[in-house]
Nanobody
Framework: QVQLLESGGGLVQPGGSLRLSCAAS????????MGWYRQARGKERELVAE???????NYADSVKGRFTISRDNAKDTVYLQMNSLRPEDTAVYYC????????????WGQGTQVTVSS
């Protein structure tokens, strides 16, 4: 089955940038969507961004214009470039994979902490 390995989280000042990476191992045949979710303390997990195999992307309104998701299909890796970070972006960020016909991802990474301090 698919395994997801995340990296890139850390502590950053407001207005700063971070780049998250997620490498997938195992076959991702028929799994066409890779994305990032986040869960802030005391809040529900929410979708941040998704990238389809075709190159089409989907972003939460709160991150549009600031975050960019990208895929390297040859390396089975997805990235999240986060710019102009705000304190409200503080959360645990999770890499996730889902099939196109599914709503809830089947595969999840362990999560990486992103803290934006003021």
């Amino acid at each position: 089955q698919v395994q997801l390995l995340e990296s890139g989280g850390g502590l950053v000042q407001p207005g700063g940038s971070l780049r998250l990476s997620c490498a997938a191992s195992g076959s991702i045949y028929s799994i066409s969507v890779m994305g990032w979710y986040r869960q802030a303390r005391g809040k529900e997990r929410e979708l941040v961004a998704e990238a389809f195999a075709s190159g089409v992307t989907n972003y939460a309104d709160s991150v549009k214009g600031r975050f960019t998701i990208s895929r390297d299909n040859a390396k089975d890796t997805v990235y999240l470039q986060m710019n102009s970070l705000r304190p409200e972006d503080t959360a645990v960020y999770y890499c996730a994979l889902r099939s196109l016909i599914r709503v809830v991802p089947e595969y999840w990474g362990q999560g990486t902490q992103v803290t934006v301090s003021s």
